[in-house]
């Protein structure tokens, strides 16, 4: 039920997005019109079309969003075509009687061809805003769409894709209802309903313009002081967040009483198992068990993994078995190789199942990173912990299912954890920067001039101005889930705010090493410096991985970071921040 409220806002948080600027005239040359007879259908016509676009894209991948682009070229000629009609009523009347004539089959009941027309020309101009509506999601309808690409096309997904709709269509009707007003007062007052009607059309005509080439995501991001991406941001923060102090409370009061939350289900359907051999029901049948959902390159995952290492190696003779999943976000991190290495260097020395399928995922209904379930001696759910934090919450349930389980001399100090580099704890009153994912399936926030172009090479260029702004410069082929370098030398830079900054980096096809170098508001980083990069700024992706690149050691501010790369190839995924 969150998801879907999340959704709902997400949706109604576009209407103020710089995305949706130049869709807004659209609307708003049929405010003199009744609203049941036009503005709902218009409304009807935008949320049908966004919603099947969305749940394509989230069920058929890569050739989705290729129909969706072709989608778009129809819409702007279709809303080019629907300016000029505004301009010029001679062509409006021509253009007007093959809808006509369809009205006239399609629906009978309706009293006159005028009215046909008219319907019919509300809900085209509907189903072509959508087309270019669905584009401008943020990090609302990304959240949406990885978690159908992980649990698999179902009614939910459609259900929460309808809410994104809904609530777009709803800040489109309250718009309209205003604009209505507002355009028959202007009317009534200055006796211009045709110079009117004519500037709307002039208005459609720059507004098709702007998005074809591409200023709806680019100039008008950077000259918008409304963008709404970092308050998307928050509300799927929101769904993903760490735990507040009353979450931990409640975690910390549910400890006491633990209820039943339903049967643990089988750890089947991995692809392998590393450090173990393969954990059947009856193999744990009177452990305490603790299953970790993880992925290699997630930096809250990584921030948790300390006490978790802990909890195993301090209640291993007591009972407790941990179970590590790792189900991936990136394609890299599938590679077996990559994933057993990452496990090397973390120090992790209890079981893996390989996840790639997320089939473990999907039978514990999981939709988080990190998460935690813990299970009883009996195989039954006695709690759950989604996020960071709460460490000592977690550990007293530890502690009470291994009494339950009776084990004597249960310890009941809590560990002690001393981190550093990336697993080192985040001081989250400082971080002002939200992840942020560089392929455009999901990213927000990008103000190279022109917006991204879509899986073909494209020179960039550009500086962000304002905070949780990035701009990639150089020869890029930017992909729906990470931009690939082509040139030379190329660079990304990032205006934050935060301790860490983090980039999950990876080298080309022939697995070269990549010479990089940063600068922090354009000087070597020197205290300032991550644990992979060293005090002049220079640095080598050598796998794919997450990186720190940033730990500040002063004063936390707005600060401009760059990363320039020295060697062609390098595949970057996301910023997170610390």
């Known amino acids: 039920m969150l998801l879907i409220l999340l959704a709902y806002l997400g949706g109604i948080l576009t209407i103020v997005s710089p995305c949706i600027l130049p869709v807004l005239p659209f609307v708003f040359s049929r405010a003199d019109q009744p609203f049941l007879k036009s503005g709902l259908l218009i409304l009807l016509g935008m949320a049908t079309t966004f919603a099947l676009v969305a749940t394509l894209a989230a069920i058929g991948g890569g050739w989705a969003v290729a129909a969706n682009d072709y989608g778009r070229i129809i819409a702007l000629f279709v809303m080019a075509l629907f300016g000029l009609t505004l301009i010029f009523p001679e062509l409006s009347e021509q253009l007007s009687r093959p809808v006509v004539a369809l009205g006239n089959r399609l629906v009978q009941r309706v009293e ?181 959902f993880w992925t290699y390159s997630c930096i809250n995952c990584l921030r948790s993994i300390p006490y978790v290492r802990a909890w195993a190696e301090k209640y291993k003779d007591q009972g407790l078995v941990v179970i590590g999943v790792h189900s991936p976000e990136f394609a890299f991190e599938k590679n077996v190789a990559n994933v057993r290495k990452a496990v090397s260097d973390l120090k992790i020395d209890y079981p893996v199942a390989i996840d790639n399928n997320f089939a473990i995922w999907r039978a514990f209904k999981n939709q988080y ?42 310890a009941d100090e809590m560990v002690t954890v001393s981190a550093s580099g990336s697993e080192a704890a985040s001081v989250f009153a400082n971080v002002e920067s939200p992840e942020t994912y560089i392929g455009y399936a999901r990213a927000a926030n990008f103000v190279s001039s022109g917006g991204a172009a879509r899986d073909v090479a494209h020179d960039y260029r550009g500086e962000p101005k304002m905070l949780n702004q990035w701009a990639l410069a150089g020869n890029w082929t930017v992909g729906p889930e990470h931009a690939v370098l082509n040139s030379e030398r190329g660079s990304i830079v990032y205006r934050f705010h935060a301790r860490d900054l983090h980039l999950v980096l990876g080298p080309g096809a022939d697995q070269k090493a990549i010479r990089f170098r940063v600068t922090i508001d354009g000087k070597e980083p020197g205290d300032n410096h991550g644990s992979d990069v060293a005090a002049d700024g220079l640095g080598t992706v050598t796998g794919e991985r997450l990186y720190q690149l940033v730990r500040q050691s002063g004063d936390i501010r707005d600060r401009t970071f760059a990363i320039e790369f020295l060697d062609p190839g390098v595949k970057a995924y996301a910023f997170t921040f610390g």
């Open 112 to 292: 006159t061809d005028e009215t046909r027309s008219f319907v019919w020309s509300s809900l085209l101009l509907g189903v072509a805003t959508g087309l270019l509506w669905a584009p401008c999601a943020g990090p609302v309808l990304g959240l949406i769409l990885t978690g159908a690409a992980l649990e698999g096309a179902s009614a939910r997904t459609t259900l929460l894709l309808v809410a994104y709709a809904a609530g777009a269509a709803t800040s489109l009707a309250l718009a309209l209802l205003a604009g209505g007003r507002i355009f028959n007062a202007m009317k009534q007052s200055l006796g211009a309903g045709e110079w009117l009607r004519r500037g709307l059309g002039v208005a459609v005509l720059v507004a098709v313009a702007a998005i074809g080439l591409g200023a709806d995501t680019g100039l008008l991001t950077r000259l918008s002081l409304a963008s709404t991406a970092p308050l998307e941001q928050r509300l799927v923060d929101l769904a993903h967040s760490n735990p507040t102090a009353n979450d931990q409370r409640e975690n910390t009061a549910v400890a006491e009483a633990l209820p039943v939350e339903g049967r643990a289900p089988a750890l089947s359907g991995a692809v392998e198992w590393l450090n173990s051999k393969p954990l059947t029901p009856d193999a744990l049948k009177g452990k305490v068990v603790l299953i970790d």
């Open 369 to 410: 990173w990190p998460a935690h379930y813990f299970i009883d001696a009996h195989g039954n759910i006695r709690h759950h912990h989604f996020g960071e934090g709460d460490y000592a919450g977690s550990e007293r349930v530890i502690q009470k299912l291994l009494a339950e389980a009776g084990r004597t001399n249960v």
